[in-house]
C-alpha cells in the first residue's frame, strides 16, 4: 500500500506500518482506504458472540481489537505485531478504554510462528483468528503455511476471517481499482497523492515485504487447501475483501 519512491530514507518503515509516524495511522488509513470502517465490522459481524479466545495477527494500532472487544464482552485477545512502535500505540489505546485484562499484545513475526510448529507460548488453541491489511505482506508460500498453522490452531468449529488487498484480476480491473482509491480520497476534498504525503516507503523486514497480493481465488484454493472445510467472502469492494472460513 505504499509506493512512493520519492521518499527519502529516514522515511523507511516495516511492512505494513504505512506511515512514517504512528499517529497519523488511525485518520490516515481511513483517508487512504475506501470503506476501511465498513470492512473491519464486516469481519467482526463474522466472529459468533460468546466465549471468544481469538488470536490477531498484525493488530496496528489495535483498531480491529477495539472494535471486537467493544461488540463482544467475553471476547480475549492476544494480538501479534512485528513492530514495536505499532503495539505500543494499541497497547495504550486498548488500555485507555479499560480492556486491557481482556487484550495481550506480544511483539512478533507471524511468520515465525507459521515457521515453528513447536511454538508454544499463547496457551490453548483459539475460536477465531483475525487480520487486517498485514498477510498480504508475505510471499504465496508464507501465506499458505499461515493458513496451515492458522487451521491447526483452531478448535474445532473455529473461523479465520482475514480483510485484506487482493491482486487484480487483469489490467482492467487494476485501473477499475485504482480509479476507485483516486475517488474516494477526491471525495473527502484531497488527491491519493495527498494522502500519499504522509506514507513511508516499507522496505523488507522478518517474513514480510512490501505488497506481494495474491488473487483472491488463489486465496481462497490456499485456504481450501490447508483444510478450512468451509470458505467464504462476506465482503468484496473493488480491490479490498473480507474472506475466510470455518473449521468442522
Ligand atoms: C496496515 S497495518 C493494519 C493494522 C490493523 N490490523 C488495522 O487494520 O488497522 C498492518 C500491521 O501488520 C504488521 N505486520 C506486517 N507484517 C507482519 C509480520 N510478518 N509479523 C507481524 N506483524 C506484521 C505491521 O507492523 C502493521 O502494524
Given at each position: ?23 497519523d ?13 465498513e ?18 495477527l ?24 512485528y ?31 507459521a ?23 508475505l ?51 484531497e ?8 506514507v ?49
Amino acid at each position: 500500500m505504499n509506493s512512493d519512491s520519492t521518499v527519502s530514507p529516514a522515511r523507511e518503515i516495516f511492512p505494513g506500518e504505512v506511515f512514517v509516524n504512528t499517529a497519523d495511522f488511525d485518520s490516515g488509513i481511513r483517508r487512504l482506504l475506501p470503506k476501511y470502517d465498513e470492512m473491519l465490522d464486516v469481519l467482526v459481524g463474522c466472529i459468533a458472540s460468546s466465549n471468544q479466545r481469538i488470536l490477531e495477527l498484525g493488530c496496528g494500532t489495535g483498531e480491529l481489537s477495539l472494535k471486537v472487544l467493544e461488540c463482544y464482552p467475553y471476547a480475549e485477545i492476544v494480538a501479534v505485531d512485528y513492530s514495536p512502535r505499532m503495539l505500543d500505540f494499541a497497547r495504550a489505546k486498548i488500555g485507555a478504554a479499560g480492556y486491557e485484562s481482556r487484550w495481550t499484545g506480544i511483539e512478533l513475526d507471524f511468520g515465525e510462528w507459521a515457521n515453528n510448529p513447536n511454538f508454544s507460548g499463547w496457551g490453548d488453541k483459539f475460536n477465531a483468528c483475525i487480520s487486517s491489511l498485514a498477510i498480504h505482506h508475505l510471499e504465496d508460500e508464507m501465506k499458505l503455511k499461515l493458513f496451515q498453522r492458522i487451521r491447526e490452531s483452531l478448535n474445532a468449529g473455529g473461523c479465520f476471517w482475514n480483510a485484506d488487498p487482493v491482486l487484480s484480476e487483469s489490467t482492467a480491473m487494476k485501473d477499475i481499482y485504482q480509479a476507485a482509491r483516486e475517488d474516494w480520497a477526491l471525495s473527502q476534498g484531497e488527491t491519493l497523492a495527498q494522502v500519499r504525503a504522509s506514507v513511508g516507503t516499507s522496505v523488507s523486514y522478518g517474513y514480510s515485504n512490501p505488497d506481494r497480493l495474491a488473487t483472491l481465488s488463489a486465496q481462497l484454493e490456499m485456504l481450501q487447501n490447508a483444510g478450512f472445510e468451509t470458505v467464504a467472502v462476506p465482503w468484496k469492494y473493488y480491490g479490498m475483501a473480507v474472506f475466510g472460513g470455518f473449521v468442522n
